[in-house]
């Protein structure tokens, strides 16, 4: 029997259920002769915004026992750099793989302005909302952890484009079950969970923070068990909505069972990120684990394991 690793979801066909993650890829360009996209799932950019940021101070990145805290302040090429150099030469590397553009804003209008711009060009495939960005007319709360704001900047991107629409949820909530019902409600075509949690390293002999913001977002091996938690919960919620949403899994996936714990929680598709800094072929590898364990396990369609962990 063979294998069938094809993904049906948003409307789109997948060729496996392995994404690479925004901001662990950049555009691809860097590290395609290392890890060629093409043979994935699909790629996720670094988060687009209008105009171009050089992101935060260093030191950015530091590594924790069990992870990876990073500070990088949405550091990008903007939109029309993005658009006229960068997206072309994805487009013409991706192969089967699909092409999804994270975007980002400091306030809603920005969200949907960078939104409309992507999301009209044939090159894109969908769109992943990242409301981990604080709102700066809101005093700097996450987007992510307010309602009213999810429900604004999903909609507003929901109007200005025909493409997918993923909304990439924070798990730094009380429930994050009720925001993902309020990104679905709000034209979100699928979720994905979960983005960085908060952390901080302090050097001690200096007796001061690492980082050079101080806090970071952290990611890696640490975040998975909330990340599995998050994807369960919503899965459940969605199932007791008698809704069919795909859910895309992220946080801590460096081999194919971590992959396998989000797939049976209830995630269509996977994205790993961190995994990527420690071996750079760590999302091609995963994609092989999975198919090698369908092949052992004598599963047909990797999709039929989406959500089994359910059923106990």
Not at 218 to 232: E, Q
Request: proline share 6%; aromatic share 6%; charged share 15%.
């Amino acid at each position: 029997m063979g294998l069938n690793q094809t993904v049906r979801c948003m409307g789109l066909s997948f060729q496996n259920p392995v994404l690479v993650a925004s901001g662990t890829f950049g555009y691809g360009d860097e590290c395609y002769d290392i890890m060629p996209f093409s043979s994935l799932g699909g790629l996720v950019t670094k988060t687009i915004t209008a105009a171009r940021r050089e992101g935060n101070p260093p030191p950015r990145i530091v590594e924790t026992d069990a992870g990876m805290l990073n500070s990088i302040g949405l550091a990008n090429v903007g939109l029309e750099c993005f658009l006229a150099e960068k997206l072309p030469w994805i487009a013409q590397h991706a192969g089967l793989a699909k092409v999804i553009v994270n975007i980002a804003g400091f306030s809603v209008d920005e969200f949907v302005e960078v939104g409309a711009a992507v999301g009209s060009r044939p090159e894109v495939d969908a769109l992943e909302i990242n409301l981990g960005c604080p709102n700066v007319r809101a005093g700097y709360i996450h987007f992510g952890a307010d309602p009213e704001s999810v429900r604004r900047v999903i909609s507003g991107v929901r109007k200005k484009v025909n493409l997918p629409v993923i909304a990439k949820l924070t798990p730094n909530v009380t429930d994050i079950a009720s925001l993902a019902e309020v990104a679905i409600d709000a034209g979100a075509d699928a979720l994905s969970l979960i983005n960085t949690l908060p952390g901080m390293k302090i050097d001690v002999a200096e007796r001061r923070p690492v980082l050079g913001m101080g806090f970071g977002g952290l990611s890696g091996p640490a975040i998975r068990p909330v990340g599995v938690a998050c994807v369960y919960k919503v899965c459940q919620h969605m199932q007791r909505m008698d809704a069919q949403v795909p859910i895309i899994g992220i946080g801590g996936i460096s081999c194919g069972t971590d992959a396998l714990e989000y797939i049976l929680a209830g995630a269509s598709l996977v994205q790993v990120g961190t995994a990527s800094f420690v071996h750079p072929q760590a999302p091609g590898n995963i994609a092989r684990e999975l198919a090698e364990y369908c092949e052992t396990e004598g599963i047909g369609n990797i999709s039929d394991l989406v959500g089994l962990a359910h059923q106990h």
